[in-house]
């Protein structure tokens, strides 16, 4: 069975960094390396909404309002994938899952990210 488990986040002021981490076990190093694999984040009230995606040749995308100050890589020998948040800004405030294109299946709990001064 597929698990998530998404950590890092943390509560930090306004123009702080954090960087998330979601190990992905269940799955073998092969299989997990030829996933895409997406963040996401869902704030109180709001739907969960798409911030960063890297594909099996590490080729990122990004959502407009993380541009420039987020950046998502891999690490296929770990299955793991990483979230550098920079420039943290208040609208950032929500809870952050990963989770494969196409889904791994399960969600994990996330890890909550908290910008406030």
């Known amino acids: 069975q597929v698990q998530l488990v998404e950590s890092g986040g943390g509560s930090v002021q306004p123009g702080g960094s954090l960087r998330l981490s979601c190990v992905v076990s269940?799955?073998?190093?092969?299989?997990?390396?030829?996933?895409?694999v997406n963040w996401y984040r869902q704030a109180p009230g709001n739907e969960r909404e798409l911030v960063a995606s890297?594909?099996?040749?590490?080729?990122?995308n990004y959502a407009d309002f993380v541009k420039g100050r987020f950046t998502i890589s891999r690490d296929n020998v770990r299955n793991t994938v990483y979230l550098q948040m920079n420039n943290l800004k208040p609208e950032d405030t929500a809870v952050y899952y990963c989770?494969?294109?196409?889904?791994?299946?399960?969600w994990g709990q996330g890890t909550q990210v908290t910008v406030s001064s």
């Open positions: 890297i594909t099996k040749f590490s080729d990122k």
């Open positions: 989770n494969g294109s196409p889904s791994f299946g399960s």
């Open positions: 269940g799955i073998d190093i092969p299989f997990f390396s030829h996933h895409s």
